[in-house]
């Protein structure tokens, strides 16, 4: 059994997702969750993270707290999951590439704000996004029970553990995904419509900026049909690089099908972005209409 020691009283995302990576890597059943601030207690532990004043990889210690802690070279420091993912990151997640991944997507989010690091402003809409931080922080005992914090921390590590693990898989996949991509890509004679025979995210072509449409089936209840989406210009906006004549827009069915003048097509979204076919030569022929 091996004891992973972290801080008593609050918890927040960077020590909850510390401990869960120790749980994926020592599995869970093997592993005891201590929350304190004893020094006795944190000197025999196996593992200390988020408290203990000492950064040691080789005696498997990660606090940030200390001076000298470590920075990254785009100025976000290091917190407690940044710094087990540092050193064990690619064990966990198979491979280096998914490693970058879940750092620059995930851990660099969540140790920004442990540190103080402020990641996004908001916009004139005054609406703050609910983040990951919010989903962890609904684990907490609610204010005036007399429900156990420590219990809490144990219920919302199960819950990251098992998101980190979707998170990784997912990332996985999206990388054999991309891989595909750019296969399709650089084979293509006519770059600017690429049509995939598996189902394929727009967003893994915003990289290529002389493709304006993707095409690949899709399941619509028991039915296969083809999507054809439009390109966005860049990661989170909703705009797009064509789209589909305003005549289309917001029509199902016949209607689409007497607007377009092609047969099959099923529905064009009001805002023009996608459609759908119910074959892979009407999806075509709709892309080639995209301007």
Known sequence: MKTVVTHSGNFHPDDVFAVACVMLLE????????????????????????????????????????????????????AAFGLVWRHFGEKIAGSAEVARVVEERLCQAIDAPDNGVSLFDVNELEVEPVLLFHVLDSFKPVWGSDDDIDKAFLEVVTFVKSFLERFISKATGDQA??????????????????????????????????????????????????????????????????????????????ELEEASGIPGLLFCHKARFICKARSKESAIQAANQAK
């Not at 929350?35 to 950064?55: F, S």
């Not at 470590?70 to 100025?75: F, M």
């Open 27 to 78: 599995g869970e059943e093997n592993v005891e969750v201590v929350r304190t601030r004893e020094e006795e207690v944190i000197r025999t532990a196996d593992w200390v993270v988020d408290v203990g004043g000492e950064y040691d990889a080789n005696s498997l210690r990660f606090d940030h707290h200390q001076h000298g802690a470590p920075i990254r070279e785009n100025g976000i420091p290091y």
């Open 177 to 254: 995904m991309l891989t595909l991509v750019d296969e399709v890509y650089q084979s293509a004679e006519d770059k600017s419509v690429l049509v995939f025979d598996v189902k394929i995210s727009s967003h893994a072509l915003i990289k290529y900026p002389d493709v304006n449409v993707v095409i690949h089936p899709s399941i619509n209840g028991e039915e296969v049909v083809w999507s054809v989406s439009a390109i966005p210009k860049h990661h989170g906006t909703f705009e797009n690089r064509v789209t589909f004549p305003s005549a289309w827009g917001g029509l199902h069915n016949e």
